[in-house]
């Protein structure tokens, strides 16, 4: 994945996939736990995003972020969300950076 300078995707789940991100090249950001969970990620930098949790992708940088995603399904899951859940944000399930 590409992320642009100053872009971020919309908030969102991956359904029943756990989701792994490793980086790439760049610095960019994960979002989670309803906005108050901030993960800076750079090169070399994995994420896990458990199944289900809510999560936003964000390249709030100058350069080109470039990510490689995994996911646990056969056939990408995606569901946009028009906002953070509730559970979100209060429930504390998030991303972990390894």
Known sequence: MIAHPHT????????????IVYAVSGHGTV???????RQQLGPGDF???PAY????EANEGDEE???VIVRSGREPVVE??????EEASGNGSGTNVM
Do not use: F, P, Y
């Open 65 to 67: 972020v470039r990510w």
């Open 8 to 19: 971020a995707s919309a908030i969102h789940h991956h359904g029943n996939q756990d989701t």
């Open 80 to 85: 946009n969300l028009e906002g953070w859940s």
């Open 47 to 49: 994420a896990l995003i």
């Open 31 to 37: 979002v989670s736990e309803g906005g108050r969970k």
């Open 53 to 56: 949790a809510e999560h936003q």
